[in-house]
């Protein structure tokens, strides 16, 4: 099933080869499209790699991996304005659990997602990591009931691999 223009009008920047970065956070790039299948509940998953930030205190860089999982509703996020998003907190300076907190909460506003969880795995700098986890379920709905249970258990089954440091 493919999709015509009137569906992808709200996409601007797939395919744009002009499209600049921000160095300074920028959560007015997100784009989002509609969700051919928000009868389904199915898991989108991102993984990046390579996310950039900078401590607010000394202003070195903080490099981590951010996951992103959510079950989509009507709206779902555009990779590619995901991507840029995700750059223009290369120049941020916020705190590890600041970061993953506005992500979650700039992916809620974007698309109202059944279920949405960030986890950050940052680098160690001065000998420690810190892997900062929030999730968020939809009030009144066994969403929220699998937020609960994805976060008391989070971690502690071993099945989540560390692999990037």
Not at 51 to 76: E, H, N, R, W
Not at 92 to 104: A, K, P, Q, R, T
Not at 129 to 151: H, M, Q, V
Request: aromatic residues 14%.
């Amino acid at each position: 099933m493919s999709r015509n223009s009137a569906e992808m009008t709200d996409i601007t920047l797939l395919g744009n080869r002009n499209v600049q970065y921000s160095s300074e956070y920028n959560p007015g790039v997100l784009e989002s499209f509609d969700n051919k299948h928000p009868e389904n509940d199915y898991w989108v998953k991102f993984n990046c790699p390579e996310f950039t930030s900078l401590c607010p205190i000394t202003g070195q860089p903080d490099f981590a991996t951010i996951y992103i999982s959510y079950v989509p509703d009507v709206k779902m996020v555009e990779s590619k304005s995901l991507k840029l998003y995700l750059f223009s907190f290369r120049n941020h300076g916020d705190f590890h659990e600041d970061v993953v907190n506005i992500i979650m909460k700039d992916l809620i506003r974007l698309m109202n997602p059944k279920y949405i969880e960030v986890w950050g795995k940052f680098l160690p700098r001065g000998g420690i990591s810190i892997d900062p986890y929030c999730n968020y379920g939809r009030k009144g709905t066994k969403f929220e009931a699998l937020a609960w249970e994805r976060f008391r258990l989070h971690d502690m089954s071993g099945m989540e691999k560390v692999d990037n440091r």
